[in-house]
C-alpha cells in the first residue's frame, strides 16, 4: 500500500468549529489512478491536502509509502513532499517569471542538485510532455493545456511514489482536458500512482477507481473499472 | 546543504537579480533609501573628522600643551601696597620658574614692541618680538630661509633678527627668500643683520604673527630697549608630559608673588592663557560634533534600513503564492529564509557600497578643495576602519531587515499561501 488512512479526523477550530473529516479509511495501492469526489464543502480537498502534507490531521493515522505522516516538521514535510509527491494544480501554479525548463527543475534544485544536471533531467521530462520546443518560454507565454503539462513534468521530475492532482483540469476546455487526462493515463500505464481529485465526472470516468467522499465521510463501495471506457463526459465548465 | 547550493548556485543570484529587477522603480527607491543613508554618514562622520581638522591646523606648530602667563593689576592689598598696583614679570621670575618650579618642561620670556621696520625707501609696520630660542620650539615656524635666533644670538646680545615673510614681501619686494637673509633690517630705527625669513604653520600664535613680525633675541632686545629693564612681557610655560599648566600655576606664583609683594591669595595678579584648555574645548566641540553626526547618519541609515525592511514585507506579501509553490514542492523553511535574506542583503550591499564610494569621492573633493600648501591636510577622509563600520553595520542591519519578513514568508503554510492568489 502506497497510501493508507486509518480513522483520519480534522476539524478546523473556530467559533464555530468544523468537523471537516469525520473518520476516514482509505488505501490505495501503488499503480493505481484513483479519482476522488466529492461535491464542494465535502471535504475533499481537506483529504487532498492531508494526502499531499500540506495540512495536518487531527487524529487517525497516515502512513505513505511506508512512513507515519504525523507531527512531522517543517523540514521534514518539505523533504517528504519533495521526494515522495508530485503535485498538479488546477491553476498550474507555475512561477510566472521562470521559463518551463527552470520552472520543471525547481523541485531538484531544492534537492541540491547541480543546475546543469537539473536543467537536462527537466529537459527530459519536458521532451516526455512534448514541450521541448517550449522549454524556453515563460508560463505567460504557453496555452493553458501546455502549462499543465509543463506542471506535469515538474511534478514527475523528482521520481515521486505518487502524484497527487487538484482538479488538474479544472481550468482547460474540453480538448486539452482529454490530452491531460491521456498523460496521466499512459503515466498510470506505466506504474505510476495517481490521485486525481475532481468534481467531473467525466474525469473520474478515466479513472481506474473513483472515491466518493461526501459529508467528511468516505461513501462505500463505488469501485467502478472505468478504465478504457470511451465515453467521456465533456467538462461544461469549458 | 542548503546554504552551499544557495551561494554558490548562479541560480540563486539570478533570482535575486530577477526578483529586484521585476519592479525597477521600487528597487531604485529603495536602494536610495540605503544610498543615502550610508553617504549621510559616510560624509557626516568624515565631514566632521575634516571640519576638525580643519579648525585644528589653525594651531599647527604651536605646542598644545602650554600656557602664557601675564600679569594685571592686584586685586588685594599686601605689605603695605595698595590693591590695583601695576607689576611686571622679570628675567629674574623667569630664571626662577625655570629652575625651582616643578614639572616644568620649558619656559621662555617674551617681549614685545611696535614699531616701524624699513629698508631703504620700503617699510612696514609690526611687531618686533624679543624672544629665546625656546620660543621656536613652543611655536614652530616653517623656515623659508636662513636660520633661526639660536643660543649665541642670545649669549652675545647680537643684533640678528629672523623676519616674517609678509615682512621680507613688504620691505624686499621681487627678492627670493635666499637673498634676503644676510641683508639689514632696520627695527625702530636700529639696524639688524637678517638671518633667516620665516612664516608661521597654521593661523594661531601665542605672541603676536609672525609672519608680520621681526624676531629678535631678548638679550638684544633688552639693551636697545633700555627703559624696560629685565621686563617681560608674556611668559610661555609647558608643563613636562603629564602634567597639566593648571597644576603649574599655584607653584609659580608661589614663588613669584613673595618677590613681587603680592598677596598669595591673590587670583587676579597673576594668570595664564592656558591654550591646552582651549585645545580641549576645542577637541570637545568636535567630539560632540562627530557624535552628532554620527547618530544624525545612523539616523539616516536606519531609515535606509527600514525602507527595505518595509520592502521586504511587501515583496513577502506579493509572493506568498509563489512562496507556497515554493513550499509544496519541497523548499524548507529554511531556503525561504536564505532568499529572503539574500535578496534584502543584496540590495543593501550594492547600495551601501556605492554610498561609501560616492561619499569617500565627495570627501577627497572637499579635501583636495580644502589643502594648502605647508599645512597638513584637513583630513576629510572616512578612515578605512570608520568605512568598515559603516560596512558592517548596513550589512547586518540590511540583513536584519529582511529577518522579520523572512519569519512571516516561513510562517506562511503552504496550503494557505497556494490558495492566495
Sequence with gaps: MIITL????????????????????????????????GASGSGKSTLLNILGILDNYDTGTYTLNGTLIRDLSENRAAELRNKLIGFVFQSFNLIGYKNAVENVALPLYYQGVGRRQRNRLAMEQLERMGLADRAHHLPGELSGGQKQRVAIARSLITNPALILADEPTGALDSRT??????????????????????????????????IRISDGLIVPDNTITAAGSTTVTTPDNA | MALQTSLFDIDNWREIGATLARNKTRTFLTAFGIFWGTMMLSLLWGGSNGLEGLLMRNFAGLDTNMAGLFTSRTSKPYKGFNKARRWNLDQNDLDNIRSNV???????GVYQSWGQMSFGD????????????????????????????????????????????????QIFPGIEYSDVAGRDISLRGVYYKIVGV??????????????????????????????SGNRIDVILVSPKPGVKVKELLPRIRRQVYPIHSIHPADEEALDCFDLSEIFEMVSNMFLGLTLLSIFVGFGSLMAGIIGVGNIMWIIVRERTHEIGIRRAIGARPSSIIIQILSESMVLTTIAGVAG???????????????????LPACGFTLTFSNAMIVLATFMILGTAAGVLPAIKAMRIKPIEAINDK
Design chain 2, 122 to 169: 620700503k617699510s612696514s609696520n609690526g611687531q618686533i618680538i624679543g624672544i629665546e630660542p625656546d620660543y621656536l620650539r613652543m611655536n614652530s615656524v616653517i623656515l623659508k630661509s636662513g636660520r633661526l635666533i639660536n643660543e649665541s644670538d642670545l649669549a652675545g646680545s647680537r643684533k640678528v633678527a629672523v623676519i616674517g615673510d609678509k615682512v621680507a614681501d
Design chain 2, 356 to 374: 561609501i564610494v560616492f561619499s569617500t569621492i565627495v570627501l577627497h573633493i572637499i579635501d583636495m578643495a580644502t589643502a594648502e600648501p605647508g
Design chain 2, 102 to 108: 616643578e614639572d616644568v618642561d620649558k619656559a621662555t
Design chain 1, 6 to 37: 486509518n480513522d483520519v479526523n480534522k476539524t478546523y477550530p473556530g467559533a464555530v468549529p468544523l468537523h471537516v473529516l469525520k473518520g476516514i479509511n482509505l488505501e490505495i495501492d501503488r499503480g493505481e489512478l484513483v479519482a476522488i469526489m
Design chain 1, 177 to 210: 482536458s482529454k490530452e491531460v487526462m491521456q498523460v496521466f493515463r499512459d503515466l498510470n500505464a506505466e506504474g505510476m500512482t495517481i490521485v486525481i481529485v475532481t468534481h467531473d465526472p467525466g474525469v473520474a470516468a478515466q479513472c481506474k477507481r473513483v
Design chain 2, 198 to 227: 620665516a612664516k608661521q604653520i597654521g593661523e594661531a600664535s601665542v605672541a603676536g604673527r609672525i609672519d608680520d613680525s621681526a624676531l629678535i633675541p631678548l638679550s638684544t632686545m633688552r639693551q636697545v630697549e633700555s627703559g
